[in-house]
């Protein structure tokens, strides 16, 4: 099986364009997160979407957005760069996000990375 | 929010038991501690979960005292492959099955040979 793949791998873009970067769950997985990382430190959340409906939102400004498809692929949108937005964007899959279930039980498997630098 | 501490660094030599501490003071009941190991440019990887007591699997052991509020880490006999940044994280609260998870810093460990 493939594991979680994300595109493109590395971009580059100017301050105020948008970039899309795209995430394919493992097989099965149902639920997708977002997380930046920049050089140096733990990766932060951003969102995480399961069956299509947005189940949780980090700390970032609404310029940052995404979606889940009825496969379970998902985008993160990004408007109007910033320095700042120069960071490795982690997706991750889980196999479920039961309501009810203990938070934090849900195993975690993350892409590779999409490595975005904005000049 | 259950937020972790650990270490920012260690160094361990090659054949060494390695044991890294996460304090987790305001842990809430339903969560779970979850470690993950990151090489550079790469996404993380889980290593091993646990809730309370002792875990053990093929790579490493985890060990919860019965208050909860720290976690350790250990792994036998590192080898230069397991430098890396370890990351302690526990579930954010709530209910719901929410994946809002909080990294923390993590602990680099250089394994010397």
């Known amino acids: 099986d493939a594991g979680v793949t994300q595109s493109p791998t590395h971009l580059i873009k100017t301050r105020g364009q948008h970039v899309t970067l795209r995430c394919s769950p493992i097989?099965?997985?149902?639920?997708v997160s977002w997380y930046q990382q920049v050089l140096g430190q733990g990766p932060q959340f951003i969102f995480q979407?399961?069956?299509?409906?947005?189940?949780g939102r980090g700390n970032f400004p609404d310029r940052f957005s995404a979606r889940q498809f009825p496969n379970y692929s998902s985008e993160l949108n990004v408007n109007a760069l910033l320095l700042g937005d120069s960071a490795l964007y982690l997706c991750?899959?889980?196999?479920?996000?039961?309501?009810?279930?203990?938070?934090?039980?849900?195993?975690?498997?993350f892409g590779a990375g999409s490595r975005l630098t904005v000049l | 929010l259950a937020k972790t501490t650990q270490p920012i660094s260690m160094d361990s030599y090659e054949g060494q038991e390695v044991n890294i501490t996460c304090s987790h003071n305001?842990?809430?009941?339903?969560?779970?501690i979850t470690w993950y190991q990151q090489f550079p440019s790469q996404g993380p990887r889980f290593i091993i979960q646990?809730?309370?007591t002792k875990v053990t699997n093929e790579v490493a052991s985890l060990f919860i005292p019965a208050d909860r509020k720290s976690s350790t880490l250990s792994l036998p006999r590192v080898s230069l492959s397991d430098t890396a940044v370890y990351y302690c994280?526990?579930?954010?609260?709530?209910?719901?099955?929410?994946?809002?998870?909080?990294f923390g810093t993590g602990t680099k460990l250089q394994v010397i040979p």
């Open positions: 991750a899959s889980s196999l479920e996000s039961d309501r009810g279930k203990p938070t934090g039980a849900n195993v975690l498997t």
């Open positions: 646990g809730y309370k």
């Open positions: 097989s099965g997985h149902k639920s």
């Open positions: 994280l526990v579930g954010d609260g709530g209910s719901g099955g929410y994946q809002k998870v909080t």
């Open positions: 305001n842990i809430a009941t339903n969560d779970y």
């Open positions: 979407y399961y069956e299509k409906e947005e189940r």
